[in-house]
């Protein structure tokens, strides 16, 4: 096939350009890709897209018409002396170099003509085996290559590595192992329930993970637990921060870990709920999945009152009053309240029914409580264990009360405590 002139002359005629084409420089900004498609249309410019020709004059080879020099300084003469002789793949790897140093204006015509600045894709991408991170050594960095996000692993989980971990947790990031982009993505966010954790910065502090949270481990506990026997994993300190402040799901039944306290809980909104032994097969608790905590945690979070506004049933259906919680207090609520005083528009929770009798049997809401009933305005705090004071808008603002603390209930409740000055 005779090529014609204009396309012969269009790569590297100018003496300043063949100057430019004599080795490789490293050059930023420049395009460094492009597919095969567009690499056939550069060869059809410059060569009538025959891969094997020669220039008219001897000087230009292959469907990319390179220069001899070129072609040797790129790299070419591993696959053939000249151009031509090399395959279309090899041919289009070495002018990927070239476009890589040089940009499209290696290829002053066609270059541009064929959008060859503007096609960054891989022309023959290469298929990467990478190792499963599950199965990588607790510790090790991963990312993947498609984003900058950087991971540990811990236990076949990949936890989070924030910029502000690096530094003081130690992490090498010229140790971090390549994995494949969907595995990267799939790992769990948190190791598995039981797992004790530690600050990977430092600290005496220790944690068990349950569904999430990191819940503090007691030097008591430490032992009498049996949290000592089990491997101590450091993690970030980032990732530390946001589980300790993690509350476990309502709905999920808790025991003590050590066995010393045989009862069993269910959380409620941060709070343990005591079931009792007939509770515990007629309600299903025992169909939940049963998890063991830290004793001295279970104590404290036992002894928590369930949030206020918190809207609850006797999970049995045997009472089928709802409630509103109100410093400690269930608060009965009638049609009316439900829907009057918007609790309607709340999730409705289900509690044991012997914890929730317990609670709708005290007669007032610990001291304290900020109450408002629709037939005033007026903003109530409960005071002496059983009375009320009314409030004034001096009484809030910033370091002082907060409105978000006040719950709405029934008139009849601020109806019959006593009102003090």
């Known amino acids: 096939m005779t090529v014609h ?26 395009a460094s ?43 070419g003469g591993r696959y ?27 290829w002053p015509h066609c270059g541009p003509l064929a959008g060859l600045g503007s096609d960054h894709a891989d022309p023959y991408p290469t298929t990467t085996t990478y190792p499963d991170p599950a199965s990588l050594p607790n510790g090790t960095l991963v990312k993947s290559p498609g984003g900058p996000s950087v991971k540990v692993m811990i236990s076949g989980a990949g936890l989070p590595v924030a ?78 921060a946001t589980a300790t402040t993690t509350g476990l799901p309502s709905g999920l039944v808790v025991m003590d870990q050590s ?21 515990w097969t007629a309600d299903g608790y025992n169909t939940h999945t049963l998890m063991g905590v830290p004793g001295t945690w279970l104590a404290e979070t036992a002894a928590k009152p369930v949030a206020n506004g918190t809207v609850i049933k006797n999970i049995s259906g045997a009472d089928p009053s709802v409630y509103v919680m109100a410093g400690g207090m269930a608060v009965p609520l009638t049609s009316a309240d439900y829907t009057g005083l918007g609790y309607d528009k709340r999730p409705l929770t289900a509690v044991p029914g012997t914890w929730e009798a317990t609670a709708a049997a005290r007669t007032a809401p610990a001291n304290g409580t900020l109450l408002l009933s629709p037939d005033s305005a007026t903003v109530w705090q409960t005071v002496n264990n059983g009375s009320k004071k009314a409030l004034t808008a001096a009484d809030f603002g ?21 009102t003090i000055q």
């Open 33 to 75: 890709a492009a597919s095969v498609s567009t690499w056939d249309k550069v060869a059809q410019c410059e060569s009538g897209g025959d891969w094997a020709i020669v220039s008219s004059n001897g000087l230009y080879y292959g469907g990319l018409q390179f220069s001899q020099s070129t072609w040797l300084a790129y790299g």
């Open 259 to 279: 066995g010393t306290d045989a009862s069993r809980y269910v959380m409620v909104d941060d709070a343990a709920l005591h079931i009792s032994g007939a509770e």
């Open 80 to 106: 053939a002396q000249y151009a031509n002789r090399a395959t279309k793949q090899q041919q289009i790897e070495i002018a990927e170099k070239v476009l890589a140093s040089q940009g499209e204006g290696a």
């Open 398 to 418: 910033p370091g002082k009360l907060s409105l978000v603390d006040v719950v709405n209930v029934p008139t009849t409740l601020t109806a019959k405590l006593p």
């Open 163 to 240: 910029g502000s971990d690096v530094g003081p947790d130690g992490y090498d990031l010229n140790g971090i192992v390549p994995v494949d982009n969907a595995a990267f993505n799939a790992l769990p966010t948190t190791p598995p329930a039981g797992t004790v954790v530690h600050d990977q910065a430092g600290g005496n502090s220790r944690y068990v993970v349950v569904t999430g949270a990191a819940l503090p481990i007691s030097g008591t506990d430490w032992t009498t637990d049996g949290y000592n026997t089990r491997p101590d994993m450091g993690v970030p300190s980032s990732w530390l």
């Open 5 to 30: 002139s204009r396309k012969m002359s269009t790569l590297a005629l100018t003496a300043t350009t063949l100057l430019a084409l004599t080795a490789p420089l490293a050059v930023g900004g420049q």
